[in-house]
């Protein structure tokens, strides 16, 4: 009836934005990602008969906003004629600041609860679960680099290199902690409705899931950095370009990418993505990292420089 579960976050290569299907949560696009080593997020579940509700605590601290999204994710997992449940999170990094804190809560929240409620259920339909509650959730049930595909009604999950067979490393510059001002599936919404671009995102997005799909097979890091940075500023272009319009970056975001160019310049092996927030995450070959993480902690406005290898997929811990 109790259960620990740890997960790390994935920082998508190739994003996913726009959703299919909101009810069920299912993407519009394809995506792929990295799942990270060194950021990561525990999640007991407790389901106890004496509760009267569901109750959250993150890093020690009651938290009744987010409790809505982990009792629905719970209901899924469980069901929703369950016991109810005391979560406990614990994350070494900042939460909703576009640091893929959603992915690493859902991921562990998915795998503990089917732990608390000793559920069989393989690593497919534990993605499909945790998609449910965050897409970008269901990657970090993988390690490594993994595939998100869209399959019929449902989504497909290949792992396409684990960890070990490539292991590039992630800087995380961080330019602002705070919480993001619009959430990523508003966010999204906006985008599909009102963004020109919109149409031609989700058309040209097989097309750069094979390019990097095939980078990724063939350990080409200068074409996966090319189809890296192209993807996702074009994913920006959908979010400048809608209305109102979505702009996550500061002046030192932009640095951050300067940085980026001029390291590629001096022969670094680095490219740069963002997700839907101002942190610049400048994935690399390990031994370029230092380079890349003095130079990014060396840049205006960054305040702090978290650096992860690529890591394994989410799982049960012992002691429970
Ligand atoms: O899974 P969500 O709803 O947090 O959306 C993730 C969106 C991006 O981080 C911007 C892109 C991605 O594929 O992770």
Redesign the pocket.
């Known amino acids: 009836m109790r259960a620990t579960a740890i997960a790390q976050p994935n920082i998508?290569l190739i994003?996913?934005?726009g959703k299919r299907n909101i009810t069920r949560n299912l993407p519009a696009v394809g995506?792929i990602?990295i799942t990270l080593r060194d950021l990561f997020t525990t999640m007991t579940v407790q389901l106890d008969p004496d509760l009267a509700g569901d109750v959250l605590y993150v890093n020690d601290e009651r938290d009744d906003g987010m409790l809505p999204r982990i009792s629905a994710c719970l209901d899924e997992v469980i069901g929703s004629r369950r016991m109810h449940a005391r979560v406990n999170s614990t994350c070494n990094f900042p939460i909703a600041a576009g640091l893929?804190s959603?992915?690493s809560a859902f991921a562990a929240t998915t795998v503990a609860a089917a732990g608390a409620a000793d559920l069989k259920l393989d690593t497919q339909r534990l993605a499909a679960l945790a998609g449910r509650a965050?897409?970008?959730?269901a990657r970090s049930l993988y390690g490594g680099f993994v595939e998100l595909a869209n399959n019929g009604d449902d989504i497909e999950m290949t792992a396409l290199c684990d960890a070990d067979s490539w292991p590039l490393t992630v800087v995380v510059a961080v330019t602002q902690s705070a919480p993001k001002a619009v959430g990523?599936?508003e966010a999204m919404e906006i985008s599909r409705k009102t963004s020109p671009f919109y149409a031609n995102w989700v058309e040209r997005q097989p097309e750069d899931l094979s390019i990097a799909r095939n980078a990724i097979l063939a350990r080409d890091f200068k074409q996966l950095a090319t189809i890296a940075e192209h993807n996702c500023l074009k994913?920006h272009s959908v979010m400048w370009a809608s209305r109102p319009p979505m702009m996550f970056w500061n002046a030192a975001t932009m640095a951050c990418l300067q940085k980026v160019r001029k390291l590629q310049g001096e022969g670094c092996s680095v490219f740069f993505t963002i997700?839907?927030g101002p942190q610049v995450k400048a994935v690399c070959l390990p031994e370029d990292a230092e380079a890349v993480r003095v130079a990014l902690a060396a840049t205006p406005g960054v305040t702090e420089v978290l650096v992860s290898g690529l890591g394994a997929a989410a799982r049960l811990v012992d002691p429970q």
């Open positions: 998508a994003k996913y934005w995506s990602s893929a959603s992915a965050s897409g970008s959730a990523s599936s994913m997700d839907a």
